[in-house]
């Protein structure tokens, strides 16, 4: 079974500049996460879709940041202006379904690292 | 807010024991994790346990609870030079809810 995919695995760019990953889950899961790993830190949940909708964006900074899953499948996310704090390694998981089951197994792409100048 | 703190650096010899700490503030808590992230690699779940048990084992992986003092541990056994990676805690808060809340994570050396 394949994972779930990331592209690109590496970008840097200057402030100012925009940017955009794109992420394919796993065949058949419905949730799909953005999360920010800054250097040292966990993980951090910035967007959750189930199929092509928004579960959860309210950690997600909207004046920059956006993102979008228009067939329920693969899934870009996008920033514009980059600032330097948004250096870090941007990660990708997908779930079946987060349902009524806190029990929620996410899998993880090998994320895309962004250095922003 | 939920929080997970975890110490970050450990170092053990290979062949011996390793145990990586977590406490974490959330008391309805219902599962809790623990994800392995290898250099350059995303996160993969090793294990979980739900917040009703107080132990569980899975070949050389041993996660203990202790609720009352919202303590999660991971031991494992034999560590082999394999096992170098940075193991995350991360927490599931309340029945019908889907969010992680990760720990900041402890880096595990193993030196051969």
């Known amino acids: 079974e394949a994972g779930v995919a990331q592209s690109p695995r590496y970008k840097i760019i200057e402030k100012r500049q925009s940017v955009a990953f794109w992420c394919n889950p796993i065949?058949?899961?419905?949730?799909l996460y953005w999360y920010q790993q800054i250097l040292g830190q966990g993980p951090k949940l910035l967007i959750q879709?189930?199929?092509?909708?928004?579960?959860?964006d309210s950690q997600l900074p909207k004046d920059r940041f956006s993102a979008e899953r228009l067939k329920g499948v693969d899934s870009t996310l996008k920033i514009q202006p980059a600032k330097l704090e948004d250096s870090a390694v941007y990660l990708c998981?997908?779930?079946?379904?987060?349902?009524?089951?806190?029990?929620?197994?996410?899998?993880f792409g090998p994320g895309t690292r962004l250095t922003v100048l | 807010g939920e929080d997970v703190e975890q110490s970050l650096f450990l170092s053990v010899r290979e062949g011996d024991s390793s145990v990586i700490n977590c406490t974490y503030t959330?008391?309805?808590?219902?599962?809790l994790y623990w994800y392995k992230q290898e250099p350059g690699a995303g996160l993969q779940l090793l294990t979980y346990?739900?917040?009703?048990?107080d132990m569980k084992q899975d070949q050389r992986l041993t996660v203990l609870l202790n609720k009352k003092d919202k303590h999660l541990s991971l031991r494992i056994a034999d560590t082999q030079t394999g096992d170098s990676a940075i193991y995350f805690c991360a927490e599931t808060p309340g029945a019908g809810s889907y969010q992680l809340t990760f720990g900041k994570g402890t880096k595990l050396s193993v030196i051969p």
């Open positions: 346990i739900f917040s009703n048990m």
């Open positions: 998981a997908s779930s079946l379904d987060w349902g009524a089951s806190s029990y929620n197994e996410q899998f």
């Open positions: 959330d008391s309805s808590s219902t599962y």
């Open positions: 065949s058949g899961h419905a949730t």
């Open positions: 879709f189930q199929n092509n909708g928004v579960v959860d």
